[in-house]
């Protein structure tokens, strides 16, 4: 069994039920491909977070914005290495970029359930520090996502 077909227990409904039923597949088709066809951890992790958004009967709204956000920064910047999501008790999600191999730069995305993003740049080396500070923007501007062009491999 691959790597990935161990993670799909991620499509059964939340609240620990263990009865072996999935979420109406009309939603999550292409998420599964994706979990299905991950060639990387990276990826995988990727594909599971969007599973987590879909499994979330409130999260409509933020993950359209979170889809539309990566959608958009990976056909700007192909080889866009894949964030770290997650999200808080408040139910904002988080995405950022931030590696081992580029120490001084960080960017940071907050998608509220309302689908307003707030976003953080900032690379200390070269002295840049940009974003919205905790004003809500829809959609993510332009600007933000030139910043993202850093993490491309």
């Given at each position: 069994m691959s790597c990935a077909a161990l993670h799909l227990n991620a499509l059964l409904p939340p609240g620990g039920d263990d009865r072996g039923r999935l979420l109406p597949v009309r939603a999550l088709p292409r998420i599964v491909n994706s979990v299905l066809d991950a060639n990387s951890d990276e990826e995988l992790r990727w594909a599971e977070y969007l599973l987590i958004l879909h499994r979330r009967a409130k999260a409509s709204t933020q993950l359209r914005t979170v889809e539309e956000?990566?959608?958009n920064a990976h056909s700007m910047h192909r080889g866009l290495r894949y964030p770290s999501a997650g999200h808080d008790e408040d139910g904002v999600?988080?995405?950022t970029w931030?590696?081992?191999d580029l120490p001084d730069v960080t960017f940071a995305i907050e998608v509220e359930p309302?689908?307003?993003v707030s976003w953080f740049f900032r690379d200390r080396a070269a002295g840049v520090t940009a974003g919205t500070e905790d004003e809500g923007v829809e959609?993510?501007?332009d600007?933000?996502?030139a910043y993202l062009e850093r993490f491309a491999q």
């Open positions: 956000i990566w959608r999600y988080h995405l931030a590696f081992d309302n689908g307003l959609p993510l501007p600007t933000a996502y």
